[in-house]
């Protein structure tokens, strides 16, 4: 299966240099890596508290360099801005 992804150039140059070093392919050394990394035996995160979740509004931008605010009137978008700055 292809997968398309961005990763750190850094990253991305020590799996190439790994893969010429023992003759591989990259999406060898790459899958290997993946393997290796432990992903259903890591617990997950607990919430730290019974708070719900805080829902973020969904900015679009076009184009043109406009954004766009989901659902949120200009005045609305200010205020949820104003609060979130209170709240830390």
Known sequence: MKVTIDLPEDLI???????VHERRKLKDVVAE????????STPRRQPK???PAQSLPVLKATAKGKVAVAGLSAQQ?????KQQALDD
Do not use: F, G, H, V
């Open 13 to 19: 140059l020590d799996l190439k240099l790994k893969a």
């Open 49 to 51: 508290s019974q708070e």
């Open 33 to 40: 890596r993946l393997r290796a990394t432990p992903t259903q």
């Open 77 to 81: 978008m200010s205020d949820w801005i």
